[in-house]
């Protein structure tokens, strides 16, 4: 992907000559690391720039009871909407739960919870919690049901919500490349919340399409700076 | 020409050179086929890009984009992309010139439902709330009636999408435009007389002394 | 600077033919649309990210009262600074005004209004009145003088102040490159508080260090949407 | 060793692999120089960077690139760049390790003040607020006096810079702990007493039996 930098591999060793403060960890690993009942952020607009191998991963190992703060839950049984499929969901944060007949049904029975926000809202309460703001005052909303139970305030005469800030546990994002640092970037409309919930959560864990030396990605193009990501997912080995 | 059509076409008309339009899933989308010649006017999508354009051919689709209805897309020369923030920034901003949505209802206020159908029907509001607050100007696209029932009320029925009075209301009948005074006809379709408008509305109308017909 | 493509030549013309929707204006004619009195923001961290000929240029046409929102004064004499001691300036809000002698003075002498802002805090504040929040609540100056007048609102058990949006009648932002549709990058530490701006006011001008046609900027580089900016400063032909 | 030397050394010592780490201007900018082998730190100038570095060569300068105090810098390989808003998101955030910046006062309560005096110095806090407000630990570098005068003292006569109590104080006479019982002595510099430092501080310190020796 990019010439080979004498002075990058330098640095990637500590002066033991070891790698060290490496991020990367394997599918199985990373995800054994999140309890049942953790609340997860989750990258991703109806599954694109979702982290469809941590999905995947959560849903092999059975994972229960957890609270996800999404967009949406994508389609029944794809992306996210694997972990509605396998019950694996006690509550869902999210704008937009329509495109997910699964949701759809589970949510109408009442077996599982749904909180929904305005997606402008969504992004900002997102963004507050990883930039340490203590919450936004947003116009959406004003006058619907999204109201219920909020301060208003009114600034310059206009009457807006107080919405506070989200975090969670873990956030599982994708992103298209990752460097060695964690450094990423992301593709077109794959970006989505994925930087947000980058700075959202305790613990933050990275997919990527292709994992590349450091300095591949130019300081300009990075959107989330590698110390924001605590593991990056290995890439396996194809077995095809 | 097919209703969607009427109404989509119609609703392109309000467009002009170098606006930045958002348009809804559904109905809304026709809107962009039917754009005046020599207008260029830039398509958002609200899951992250500037410059969205229909996928030429299906074989050309790219796993990393797609419109905010998950159909793949394309992008113009000069397409920008962004995150969620960025995006949602961009609309209650003031950025945004134009959106376009489909509703459920629209009430004697000029107020827009179109998110949830209580107990029946909860898909969210995705980013609904966020277009009607934030867009500078409104434009609901939605066939008059919904099995033979206005969807023009009095009063919302339905929980609200924003306690804002959109700014043009478009359908195969009719062009209205809520006014501080009440929805006032301002275009009957082709073929559409002022009674049978009044007849599939279930709000008062303003009649002008004169409405002339929806040009195409 | 990249390939030449026929499509974009094609969208570039109306179906008249004719070049439309052209953001380029010369520097003179541009800023001749700013009133004395107006308020400006200003991009740039230090002069780095500056608009220099915009600058410049309001100083030579004799430009007065005008209220500068930047986050820096520069140094004496450079960038914001050739306003300060062309007196140009009747309220300046900014983070830090040290490092500029003449703004200092001018402060201490009473002869120009200096309102403080913490860096952070100017940052959200100029980004909220970019995407059309009421306001934030940071706990930043909690307890200082900062708080003076500001309504403290508890969340969650801690202390936050909100802080109010700010906008501008115009932004002087200044680019890496431009493409002919006022799509913007930036370099390095030049980006600071340009892209912020360039949401928050009535009328957005930009100066670039390279304007390219349209597509040399790859869509996910795209900092600032062409459609946020109104007015892009032409290059001068070179007189040496 | 001069004494800026001696307390950016000592600072240096409290880093860790891994961090993520902004200096002020000034004195601290010098604990780059004496980071521990083998521990790689990432350095953020609040202007828009994180992995910056001196510059190799003058003759390297970018104009584009410069740290906070206006010096042209180099950047690592994996640096990024990013906006004001994301620059004070990650302070703000809780993604600052450590800060470390100049004082002109420390009291009691372990309240830093540094960026004003007023009537006679105004250069405005710039980012020092909300680094002391934002970063998980703040470490406050500085000389133990001015013109004689201690910085150390009961209660600030200046304005503060935030309520916040900082965590670490260092100056070429000793390393202090604020703590919710007080300052807390913890380190000597090397040929300096216990009864040197408390002549030297205008707050009542807490002396633990075992006070060690500074090491650099």
């Keep these: ?240 | 020409m097919d209703e969607k059509t009427l109404i989509a076409a119609r609703v392109a008309r309000e467009m002009t050179d170098g606006m930045l339009v958002n348009l809804g899933i559904g109905l809304p989308t026709l809107v962009a086929r039917h754009l005046p010649k020599g207008i260029d006017v830039s398509f958002q999508s609200e899951n992250g890009l500037i410059g969205m354009e229909s996928l030429p051919e299906a074989g050309l689709a790219d796993d990393d984009l797609i419109d905010a209805g998950g159909t793949p897309i394309g992008a113009v020369a000069g397409a920008s992309a962004f995150d969620s923030a960025m995006s949602f920034g961009l609309i209650r901003g003031g950025h945004m010139d134009v959106t376009v949505l489909g509703g459920l209802e629209v009430d004697a206020a000029g107020r827009l439902a179109n998110w949830m159908v209580p107990g029946k029907m909860v898909p969210g509001m995705g980013g609904a709330m966020d277009l009607v607050t934030g867009a500078r100007r409104v434009i609901v696209a939605m066939t008059h009636t919904a099995k033979g029932a206005p969807k023009i009320v009095a009063q919302c029925s339905l929980p609200l999408t924003s306690e804002r009075r959109v700014d043009l209301i478009v359908t195969e009948l009719a062009v209205i435009v809520p006014t501080e005074a009440g929805l006032e006809l301002r275009e009957t379709a082709p073929g559409v007389s002022i009674a049978d408008v009044i007849a599939a509305t279930g709000a008062t109308l303003i009649i002008p002394a004169v409405v002339p017909t929806m040009v195409i």
């Design chain 1, 1 to 240: 992907m990019c010439g080979f930098s004498f002075r990058t591999a330098e640095r990637a060793k500590n002066s033991n000559g070891n790698v060290h403060m490496s991020k990367v960890i394997r599918l199985a690993d990373v995800v054994e690391t999140i309890p049942d009942g953790a609340t997860l952020m989750i990258g991703g607009f109806l599954a694109v720039g979702a982290p469809l191998r941590l999905i995947g991963e959560l849903v092999r190992q059975g994972r229960k009871d957890l609270t996800i703060i999404v967009n949406d839950t994508n389609r029944a049984g794809l992306g996210v909407g694997r972990l509605i499929a396998a019950r694996a969901v006690r509550k869902v944060v999210a704008s937009h739960v329509g495109t997910n007949a699964d949701t759809q049904r589970q949510l109408l029975a009442g077996e599982i919870e749904v909180e929904l926000v305005p997606q402008g809202t969504l992004a900002e309460r997102i963004r507050a919690g990883g930039v340490g703001l203590g919450g936004i005052l947003t116009p959406t909303g004003v006058g619907t049901l999204v109201e219920d139970g909020k301060p208003v305030i009114e600034v310059g005469g206009r009457r807006f919500l107080l919405e506070t800030p989200l975090r969670a546990d873990f956030a599982l994002i994708a992103a298209k490349h990752a460097d060695h640092k964690g450094n990423l970037d992301y593709a077109l409309t794959a970006r989505n919340f994925n930087p947000l919930m980058a700075m959202a959560a305790d613990t933050v864990i990275a997919e990527a399409q292709d994992i590349v030396p450091v300095g591949c990605i130019p300081p300009d193009q990075i959107v989330t700076p590698g110390v924001l990501v605590d593991h990056l997912v290995a890439k396996e080995q194809s077995h095809g």
